[in-house]
């Protein structure tokens, strides 16, 4: 008896194929870019002709950029505390109250997820130019919270929403006052979220550089706005070394997110659940 062939076999692998594309494209940046950063000459070569660490180096020994290393950890360090604690109000009031206009407030809330980084950087441009913010610390983490809480309301609130409410209300009936039962039944078991929240609002806001153009001022300088002033002026290697330490920073967050998100979920166990 023949074989019969399917028409569409040679198909199957198409999918993969545009998968195995685009991942390329996202990836080939960084197989340019972290070569790049170990090459001994003082132009950007790649391949790089001599291997060599001097531009890491260069980067501990010159002060201006330790200095925006600083100013950027220093932000992303309150940026992720701030974001978190208001992504957690705001998920916390559009998940369990029934207001007028909630629609609306959750539509401003996600905001500038959808609109453009430069409309939200130049809006908040003129408003800080306004009130005497512009180029402050200040300005740079008000901007940078404003980029990142919605995020954490997301990630918040989809962890509220797997939470059993009946276990909270069991609290209430049992005598506990509503602040009492949120703060020991169900903070413990949205912590997965909360710390993924953090780690996502300290990641952005390090990486950060359309608000951080618009917003940060001579004594502000972030790491990102170091990165495109260098571009813009002194291109040299400092920047591959400086991006290749960026993108370990950023796989490592997002590693220990992951990690932290799975130990904190098999200690809260699987009773916060709805079933």
């Not at 600083?70 to 109250?97: I, M, Q, Y």
């Not at 920047?239 to 220990?256: E, G, H, K, N, R």
Request: aromatic share 12%.
């Amino acid at each position: 008896m023949s074989r019969r062939l399917d028409p569409f076999a040679a198909t199957r692998f198409v999918p993969w194929l545009l998968v195995g594309l685009v991942l390329f494209f996202l990836a080939a940046p960084l197989l340019v870019v972290i070569p790049a950063a170990f090459n001994d000459s003082s132009l950007l070569q790649f391949p790089p002709r001599a291997w060599s660490l001097r531009w890491f180096e260069a980067y501990f020994n010159d002060a201006r950029w330790i200095a925006a290393t600083k100013v950027s950890f220093e932000a992303a360090l309150v940026v992720a505390v701030l974001s978190t604690v208001f992504g957690l109000g705001t998920a916390v009031v559009l998940d369990r109250f029934i207001f007028p206009g909630r629609t609306l407030v959750r539509a401003l809330v996600l905001a500038p997820l959808i609109a453009p980084v430069v409309v939200t950087a130049v809006g908040l441009y003129v408003l800080f130019l306004h009130i005497g913010l512009s180029g402050s610390f200040a300005a740079l983490v008000i901007g940078h919270t404003v980029m990142t809480f919605p995020y954490a309301t997301v990630v918040i609130g989809t962890s509220l929403a797997e939470v059993d409410r009946r276990l909270e209300n069991a609290a209430v009936g049992l005598g506990a006052s509503w602040p009492r039962a949120f703060c020991e039944v169900t903070l413990p078991l949205i912590r997965p979220g909360l710390v993924v929240a953090a780690l996502f609002g300290f990641l952005i806001s390090f990486d950060e550089v359309v608000v951080a153009i618009f917003v940060t001022g001579p004594a502000t300088f972030t790491l990102p706005r170091r990165i495109w002033e260098g571009i813009r002026f002194d291109l040299n290697p400092t920047i591959a070394a400086v991006a290749t330490m960026l993108v370990f920073l950023s796989a490592v967050v997002l590693l220990s997110s992951e990690l932290l998100r799975r130990m904190l979920e098999r200690r809260s166990g699987a009773s916060g659940r709805a079933p």
